[in-house]
């Protein structure tokens, strides 16, 4: 008794465990496929009420393209109707229409170039196409439906835009001019700029005619061309004005105009211009259009580059390392003209910019201020 149980006990621990479908997983399948089932038999059933729904939709955006299609057709019936009834006014207006035409396209070509003029002068004004609309006019009303008033009313307002794209031209060149002029004159800086009658204008003195009076319209061209020539005058005024930075980059100006600590006594002295801290080789240039009247050393000073301008001024540069310009060299504003160093009597490499008139000096703080506004107005 005591081995067969025993044996028992072997056999049943010894039997392999049995394999097969979870029924939780079986069940789970057998619904998701009787749901998919009944899904698939719900759009059999419903399928023809889809096709009917889609049809309907396809049907009614073609019926409302067919409806503006109509539409469209009465419209230009309605057009041709009443062009027709009204034949006997057409010449009247349309030889209105030509002679606004005519006068459009004298404008036009009038405004046209003071925009490239103006354009020259980097002044921005309202855009005028090549071809203005319209130029065509009396060949479309004669072979065409168009709505005559409305032609009109567009030629008014394109009339209209050319006037107001020269008073833009001429409002933007008199408010840059004033400014210059403004700004030099606080420099002590006199300003010659041309009036509207050096325009080039002439002719025999005659008396006034009655009835013939002189387009409007080129008078008005002739004053905004009088305002671009006196801003470009007092532009390029600005050029041989020493208003523009003898030196690019963020340097540290090391020392200020007038009376200072001396670095080398300790004392107070008179220092006569601008220091700018830079490294040596830094290039230095010319702050305004002129004449190189000086290369070479000066004492205290150390090598040295001058420039005369027009203005009546001189700007040297100093404790240089070397020369970039000759005596006699013409220079505009940017030219480079030297290298930063530091000879002379220097406690280390910067730029000495001086500006002079006559035998005094002048701080050029005020005079580089003045070319950043200048700058700000030129755009």
């Not at 008073?167 to 840059?176: N, Q, Y």
């Not at 801003?231 to 200072?260: C, L, Q, W």
């Amino acid at each position: 008794m005591r081995q067969s149980a025993s044996f028992g006990e072997k056999d049943k621990t010894a039997r392999p465990a049995r394999k097969g479908i979870h029924p939780a997983l079986f069940y789970g399948m057998f619904t998701l496929l009787l749901g998919a089932n009944g899904l698939t038999a719900t759009g059999l059933l419903m399928a023809p009420d889809i096709a009917r729904l889609l049809t309907v939709q396809n049907e009614q955006v073609i019926g409302a393209y067919e409806d503006r299609i109509a539409q469209m057709r009465v419209e230009i019936d309605r057009l041709h109707s009443r062009n027709y009834a009204q034949a006997g006014d057409i010449n009247l207006q349309l030889q209105e229409l030509a002679a606004q035409q005519d006068v459009l396209l004298e404008q036009h070509q009038l405004v046209r170039a003071l925009v490239d003029k103006a354009d020259q002068l980097g002044i921005a004004a309202i855009g005028i196409s090549a071809e203005p609309e319209g130029a065509q006019l009396a060949g479309t009303v004669a072979s065409g439906n168009p709505d005559i008033v409305e032609t009109a009313e567009s030629l008014n307002r394109m009339m209209s835009e050319t006037h107001r794209a020269m008073t833009g031209i001429a409002e933007a060149a008199i408010e840059r001019t004033n400014g210059i002029v403004s700004e030099m004159r606080q420099l002590g800086i006199a300003m010659s700029l041309p009036n509207e009658g050096e325009l080039g204008m002439g002719g025999p003195l005659l008396p006034a005619a009655e009835g013939l009076e002189s387009s409007p319209m080129v008078e008005d061209a002739n004053a905004v061309m009088a305002a671009l020539l006196r801003y470009k005058a007092a532009r390029d005024s600005v050029e041989a004005a020493p208003i523009h930075m003898p030196i690019t980059g963020n340097f540290r100006r090391s020392s200020g105009y007038g009376n200072r600590t001396d670095p080398f006594t300790g004392g107070r002295a008179f220092h006569a211009g601008l220091d700018f801290a830079a490294p040596s080789g830094t290039t230095v240039f010319s702050a305004a259009k002129g004449v190189v009247s000086f290369v070479g050393t000066r004492s205290g000073y150390g090598k040295v580059v001058e420039v005369t301008h027009a203005t009546g001024h001189i700007t040297r540069y100093a404790h240089l390392s070397g020369y970039l310009a000759r005596e006699g060299q013409a220079v505009n504003p940017g030219t480079p003209i030297a290298k930063v160093g530091s000879t002379g009597r220097s406690t280390g490499p910067h730029l000495h910019f001086e500006i002079r008139k006559g035998d005094a000096t002048i701080d050029p703080r005020g005079f580089l201020e003045a070319g950043k506004r200048v700058q700000a107005l030129l755009g």
